[in-house]
T-cell receptor
Framework: GDSVTQMEGPVTLSEEACLTI???????????LFWYVQYPGEGLQLLLK?????DKGSNKGFEATYRKETTSFHLEKGSVQVSDSAVYFC????????????FGTGTRLQVTL | GAVVSQHPSRVICKSGTSVKIECRSL??????MFWYRQFPKQSLMLMAT?????????EQGVEKDKFLINHASLTLSTLTVTSAHPEDSSFYIC????????????FGDGTRLSIL
């Protein structure tokens, strides 16, 4: 079946540091890929998405590129802020699953001053 | 756009009571709605998927009679936790997706349920 693997956290960074959260996936067909962010005590917010190979999703300084050859969708940001502290979930929706998400386990990011 | 409202955000009840959680898509028609449960510091666990006007599809291990789901319209789904007990205490999150194909899910802010 489909699966998503993302790096374990927590990831602790100083403000303005570079961020990379690795995500790889296993899926048949042509899944769409997503990054969601969850702030403490809240639901998930869609951060960015990519629907086909080589697409780059970007939002709020974050970006991720759909790499079919390496089955990866790594999340990157050039300069993190304290307000970016949250849990980040990589996920996919595969064709014909009626929007059913397959999640990674989540990566907690903590940014300090 | 794509706002999902979940209510209540927090509820504290005595053991044995039933609790209803509402999930509304405010600015789009939700073809499919999903209910999740999240334990502390863990990922989301899908409980059930519902389509408007149809019976919900429950994931393995989720008690249908315990967690009643109704998807009465294209903008509203409800989850009722019947005869709740302390072990049902958790963070419940709904999401909604509209249209066809691999549409992203849009999430509510979650409900913190505490059963005393």
């Amino acid at each position: 079946g489909d699966s998503v693997t993302q790096m374990e956290g927590p990831v602790t960074l100083s403000e303005e540091a570079c961020l990379t959260i690795n995500c790889t996936y296993t899926a048949t067909g042509y899944p769409s890929l997503f990054w969601y962010v969850q702030y403490p005590g809240e639901g998930l917010q869609l951060l960015l998405k990519a629907t086909k190979a080589d697409d780059k999703g970007s939002n709020k300084g974050f970006e991720a590129t759909y790499r079919k050859e390496t089955t990866s969708f790594h999340l990157e940001k050039g300069s993190v802020q304290v307000s970016d502290s949250a849990v980040y979930f990589c996920a996919l929706i595969n064709t014909g699953t009626a929007s059913k998400l397959t999640f990674g386990t989540g990566t907690r990011l903590q940014v300090t001053l | 756009g794509a706002v999902v409202s979940q209510h209540p955000s927090r509820v504290i009840c005595k053991s044995g009571t039933s609790v209803k959680i509402e999930c509304r898509s405010l600015d789009f028609q939700a073809t499919t709605m999903f209910w999740y449960r999240q334990f502390p510091k863990q990922s989301l666990m899908l409980m059930a998927t519902s389509n408007e006007g149809s019976k919900a599809t429950y994931e393995q291990g989720v008690e249908k009679d315990k967690f009643l789901i109704n998807h009465a319209s294209l903008t509203l789904s409800t989850l009722t936790v019947t005869s709740a007990h302390p072990e049902d205490s958790s963070f419940y999150i709904c999401s909604a997706a509209g249209g066809r194909g691999n549409q992203p899910q849009h999430f509510g802010d979650g409900t913190r349920l505490s059963i005393l």
